[in-house]
């Protein structure tokens, strides 16, 4: 029988890439939707490409399917094209296996990676048909939930999300699933829904707590109005990664995605303390997988998916204790003739790491990458980011040795505390970079060395020890973008810089409060979707948004808090406490630098979850 489509050949003959829209990839899972219990749509808000690369949403449309009461199926954001012909046609927003209107779920669950997809996850909602204020949503309709790093300060999101759940999916989604069906038997309303879930850990219901604010704009009060709701809410993790679930047959897209690889997680959080890194902070504790059971996911991934690629994910993969096994083993298994090949993002560049990416890449070497963030040592030290300018030159020597001429660096423009001499710093480290390479023998040098400097700007963000401090005007931004950009030696060095505006918005909602929400739907009115992407952004859209909903979007971004404000996510409990946070931040202007958990516990709190890295000798 042939499979139902939502769209008629004639519309998808006429948008981009219509196999985005089909829901036929290798390993995709149909069921019975007559036979399930609970239909669960599971939304990336951006574009296919995109949100099937990502490895979060493929453990979750895994773990949910697990459930043979559960049909998980999903959705991502039509592009432009589809867009159009939707709205003029009046085509409902569908989810791609079954292909039925995400009306017809019990969930819609929202993904929520970056700050600006919020406009496409109100565009979601929009085309689904639904209202996007949670409050003027029928009974009838899904109930709208999210999680993902973002939502670590849900307020923004809080006027348009039914409950968020705070922490990791597979901790806290099997016993919302669960009272639902008990509550869907019942047939109990929405609104009693969501006071049952008052009494799960993890869960926040917008709904069932008030803010008010002072006369200067800070938050004067965050208090619940339901006797159930917690004043705190506390981060669900899985603390036995060896033995989660982990889905051994993706889904195979037909169409070239973002990444087309497999993916072994090696572990989740961070050990190193990076004060600007939120991943780092609300990940806590490191959490590490068996190296067998990492060999035997490989083996298994590969041999399910056909892919050409394996890479090893992780926020550090270097600190990975069993990552030399494992990339031995990899190597070995795959490497060579069998044509696999593995790829290791975020790895320190030392002797270790470059003696394995010399076995992994042989011959045709790419890039070598460093993220040194500041072109300081005293700056490094205020980041706490643990790399000296000697751990720099020697990796770029030694890479150079080993045959790569590419080198890219990362830094950021307006950490606290920066100077004009910082910046400076930054091009002196590419230009001493590139006399590196001139220092290898004559007949060694082959090609003249490619260093690229890339600059992003310092976004604040929650649950970091930068969570109080000021963040660079615009106007300083462009100054000290330009100012570097003078000072970059363009002979051998390329310098790439990223876009202002878009920083200084991230920078708004990552520490907004509820009163966002309405800037975020203003600016949807006006048309603002796919933020994220450069042809579609428009400043305008936002600006206008601020002017007419008056609010300032300085007051988020230039302001550095005290001590004793509410901040908007303070009800939220990560493990990491907020004394450390600021003991880190009074740190970062002493510039001492905070050890990793490896070479000594600081009590940052993450211990309270009572395992992982915490509990190692
Ligand atoms: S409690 Fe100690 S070891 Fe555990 S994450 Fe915090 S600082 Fe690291």
């Known amino acids: 029988m042939d499979k139902k489509l939502q769209l008629t050949d004639d519309i998808l003959l006429s948008v981009e890439k219509p196999a985005r829209y089909l829901g036929n990839e290798i390993n995709v899972i149909h069921k019975d939707t007559s036979a399930m219990a609970i239909r669960f749509a599971l939304c990336f808000p951006d574009v296919y490409e995109i949100g099937m690369s990502h490895v979060g949403l493929a ?20 592009w432009s094209d589809l867009e159009a012909i939707m709205r003029e046609k009046g085509l409902p927003l569908f989810a ?41 949503r029928k009974e009838e ?42 509550h869907k038997a019942q047939e109990g309303t929405k609104d009693d829904f969501l006071v049952k879930l008052l009494d799960i850990d993890g869960i926040y219901v917008p709904k069932f707590y008030d803010v008010t604010y002072k006369d200067n704009g800070e938050i004067e009060a965050f208090t619940p109005n339901h006797p159930h709701a917690k004043p705190s809410i506390k981060k669900q993790v899985v603390m036995n990664m060896t033995d989660a679930p982990y889905p051994s047959k993706p889904l195979v897209p037909l169409i070239q995605t973002v990444h ?6 090696l572990f989740r959080g961070c050990s190193r303390g ?32 056909g892919h050409h690629e394996i890479s090893l994910i992780s926020l550090s993969s270097s600190d990975y204790s069993g990552l030399q096994e494992l990339t031995e083993y990899l190597i070995d298994e795959f490497g060579n003739d069998k044509h696999v090949n593995l790829s290791l993002p975020s790895l320190r560049i030392d002797q270790f ?89 004559k007949e060694v040098r082959k090609r003249r060395p490619q260093i690229v400097l890339s600059t992003s700007f310092f976004v604040p963000k929650a649950f970091t020890p930068f969570q109080w401090s000021p963040q660079n005007p615009y106007e300083t931004f462009m100054e000290k973008q330009d100012h570097l950009n003078k000072k970059v030696n363009k002979k051998n060095i390329k310098y790439n810089c990223h876009d202002a505006k878009t920083s200084m918005l991230e920078g708004v909602i990552a520490r907004g409060d509820r009163r966002i929400g309405q800037v975020i739907y203003a600016a949807w009115k006006n048309g603002a979707t796919f933020d994220a ?30 001590y004793e404000e509410i901040l908007p996510w303070d009800f939220i409990d990560v493990g990491v406490t907020k004394a450390f946070l600021y003991q880190e931040l009074q740190r970062a202007n002493e510039g001492k630098v905070t050890p990793n958990c490896m070479d000594g516990c600081m009590n940052c709190g993450a211990k309270g979850f009572g395992g992982g890295i915490c509990y190692v000798d």
């Not at 790093?149 to 099997?174: H, K, S, V, W």
């Not at 087309?260 to 997680?265: A, F, P």
């Open 141 to 182: 309709d899904p109930i709208v939930c999210a999680g993902g790093p973002c939502t670590y300060n849900p307020e923004p999101l809080a006027d348009f999300i039914d409950f968020f759940y705070i922490g990791e999916g597979e901790a806290t989604l099997p016993v919302i699933l669960e009272l639902y069906k008990a």
């Open 59 to 78: 453990i979750l449309y895994d773990f949910l399917n697990r459930r043979e009461d559960t049909y998980c199926e999903r959705v991502f954001s039509p």
């Open 533 to 562: 992407w450069s042809e579609f952004f428009r400043f305008s859209h936002w600006d206008d948004a601020f002017n007419r909903t008056g609010i300032d979007p300085l007051f988020y971004t230039v302001r550095e808090r005290n």
């Open 353 to 441: 790491s470059l003696d394995i990416m010399n076995k992994v890449q042989g011959v045709r070497k790419s890039s070598i990458t460093f993220a040194p963030e500041a072109g300081s040592q005293r700056l490094r030290d205020v980041i706490n980011k643990g790399l000296t300018e000697e751990d720099i030159l020697n990796g770029a020597g030694e890479a150079f040795q080993g045959g790569w001429t590419r080198v890219k660096l990362y830094f950021m423009l307006g950490l606290p505390t920066e100077t004009f001499d910082d910046i400076d710093a930054i091009a002196k480290l590419g230009q001493d970079i590139v006399e590196e390479y001139y220092k290898l023998p």
């Open 274 to 305: 990076c004060r600007f890194c939120q991943a780092g902070m609300i990940y806590r504790p490191v959490r590490e997988k068996d190296v067998d059971v990492l060999k035997k996911q490989a083996k298994e991934l590969i041999q399910n998916t």
């Open 260 to 265: 087309d690889r497999v993916v072994l997680e």
């Open 96 to 136: 791609l296996e079954s292909q039925d209107p995400v009306k017809d779920f019990d969930f819609l669950g929202f993904t929520v990676q970056y700050e600006m997809s919020y406009t496409n996850i109100l565009n979601t909602l929009d085309l689904a048909g639904m209202a996007v204020y949670s409050k003027d």
